[in-house]
């Protein structure tokens, strides 16, 4: 089905505004912090009918309460709008779950031995797939390499992706599975690394990827279904109300809706369905469950690779890698049909740019699209993204808001890459890395994501790492700019209001306002007044999805 128009959300703001019924929601005993310039703080918020029915004074709130009122008392935790993680990969988020999961490794030596571990555990002969190792910190100071998988798995394919989800590390049962050797030629905008002497070391990076990922059989409808239900479960856990989920095949947008429809969808979904699979998007344009859960109006695209995996395009070559300067996973002579297409058909693009030549090359190419358009093409407001934007010239930072670019932005990337980033950048390149607040000052819109399952996805991580631009240790620097770190009241809009612009729902999301819909997060801690090295020790208290309570934890 086509998208209500905004007329529906102002027709709702208009009969709720002056609710007299009993609410089936109250909550109090914290502060509130609405979003709202006309009115930031107040004590209680009452819901009824899935939106939000008051706000303000606890007595108001007391009012309403009636019989069948479910009253809920904060304790001392502060309620927010809903939190939207605005680029997560969902059902990356479950399959982490339910597969062998790498985060946290502190070193090629544990990788394997959690893979041993997990061998252990399974009988069979066929391929094993991981993910979430990443060798920053390292003692190795180095890739995982095949070898290391070798001495656990010497005939069994393993293939472990790296967080970032643009490399993996394959062991030599998966190379030679996928014929891969010292004469295998990488495909355009992929790399197969090697030794000195020629070897593959087993790393395969960005669309080098597909030719061993082809050895694990696709997930069949009844895996997917698992993965969404175990990443709805953490995602509320963590006290999201909603997720932009990214890259996601075009069978699981059916699939989500059909999850909705049997109530078993508690997180709000706005859809940006992977390029290759976007043809039926296209042809029907923006479509949405009847609940509004489960939203696809945007496409994904990617320019270049990771920073990590140095497959992020560069300008000038990497500092610790002369000879690499990055490479296009999609050309610009691919991207341009398929820009054209989303333009023409109404639909948002999300297209991935790392790297200082890759953002320049989507700011140019988005300007393009929209250049000598007939006005009867041309969106008023196409609110296209860049997901990540995150190392820019200078020059280019003002290029978002001059071409109403959306730079959408994961915070705890920051945090985690810049033990890294000055390696493979040099102290010059940092000054348009990871820039939030001078993408701000010139009046771009910047919304917050944690990029889940590439980041662990916690909300309060990623609020943690935007307002204090340190490590989880308290560490930074000179060369991590601090002069970058945004307010808390910035911070909060990347995260609600911001988020909720992105997937053209304002006037129904993103601030705790009557007549809009009941998504609220709470958490332990108040990221407002709270010391900033407090905020990640903190928990979701409680989330709530159209009035509905998806997570409490007293």
């Known amino acids: 089905m086509r998208l209500p128009i905004s007329a529906i959300a102002a027709l709702a703001l208009s009969a709720t ?3 007299s019924a009993p609410a089936d929601l109250v909550i109090w005993g914290g502060p509130v912090y609405t979003g709202e310039a006309s009115q930031p703080k107040a004590e209680a918020v009452a819901v009824a009918g899935g939106r939000i029915a008051y706000v303000g004074p606890r007595a108001g709130a007391q009012a309403q309460v009636g019989p069948n009122t479910r009253v809920i008392d904060l304790k001392g935790a502060a309620l927010f709008p809903g939190f939207t993680d605005a680029h997560a990969h969902l059902r990356g988020i479950g399959e982490r779950e339910l597969t062998l999961n ?125 993965a969404y239900r175990a990443a709805f479960k953490v995602e509320t856990a963590y006290g999201w109300t909603g997720v932009h989920n990214m890259s996601v095949d075009w069978a699981d947008v059916a699939l989500l809706e059909r999850l909705a429809a049997a109530g078993e969808a508690p997180l709000r979904v706005y859809n940006a369905v992977d390029a290759g699979q976007a043809g039926p998007l296209f042809e029907s344009g923006p479509r949405a469950s009847p609940d509004g859960r489960i939203t696809t109006r945007a496409v994904k695209l990617y320019m270049d690779g990771a920073l990590g995996s140095r497959g992020a395009l560069l300008f000038r070559p990497y500092s610790d890698a002369p000879h690499v300067s990055g490479a296009y996973v999609t050309r610009p002579d691919q991207a341009r049909p398929l820009l054209a297409r989303a333009r023409d058909s109404g639909v948002q693009v999300a297209m991935h740019a790392i790297g200082d030549k890759g953002n320049a090359t989507v700011l140019d190419l988005f300007e393009e699209a929209f250049r000598n358009v007939a006005p009867n093409v041309r969106l008023r407001e196409p609110r296209w993204r860049v997901e990540h934007a995150q190392v820019l010239r200078p020059a280019d930072i003002p290029r978002f808001r001059d071409g109403a670019v959306i ?73 991590w700019h601090p002069e970058e770190t945004l307010s808390r009241h910035e911070a909060l809009k990347l995260f609600t209001s911001g988020a909720a612009f992105a997937r053209f729902a304002e006037d129904e999301l993103g601030t705790i306002a009557v007549g809009k819909r009941a998504d609220l997060s709470a958490f332990s801690v108040d990221l407002m007044t709270a010391p900033a090295a407090e905020i990640p020790k903190g928990h979701a208290v409680l989330t709530v999805v159209d009035g509905e309570v998806a997570h409490h934890r007293p």
């Open 17 to 19: 505004a002056a609710w």
């Open 102 to 226: 790498l985060e946290g490794a502190r070193s090629a030596t544990e990788v394997a031995e959690r893979l041993r571990r997990h061998l252990a555990a399974r009988s069979g002969a066929g391929p094993i797939y991981g993910r979430g190792w990443i060798e920053t910190g390292w003692p190795e100071k180095r890739f995982l390499q095949r070898q290391d998988l070798d001495a656990v798995a010497p005939d069994r394919p393993v293939i472990l992706e790296r967080a970032d989800g643009h490399a993996l590390t394959a062991n030599s049962a998966a190379l030679r599975a996928a014929g891969i050797d010292a004469r295998t030629v990488a495909p355009d905008g992929g790399q197969i690394l090697k030794d000195p002497q020629g070897q593959p070391t087993g790393m395969l990076v960005d669309n080098a990827m597909a030719l061993v990922m082809k050895l694990i059989p696709p997930p069949s409808e009844a895996e997917k279904l698992a």
């Open 407 to 479: 730079a959408s932005m994961q915070p705890s990337h920051a945090i985690g890459d810049l033990h890294f980033a000055p390696a493979r950048l040099g102290k010059a390149r940092l000054k348009g890395a990871y820039a939030w607040k001078s993408l701000l000052k010139t009046g771009a819109v910047v919304v917050g994501g944690s990029d889940a399952p590439v980041e662990r996805g916690d909300p309060l991580i990623e609020f943690y790492a935007a307002v204090a631009r340190k490590d989880l240790k308290g560490f930074s620097n000179a060369d």
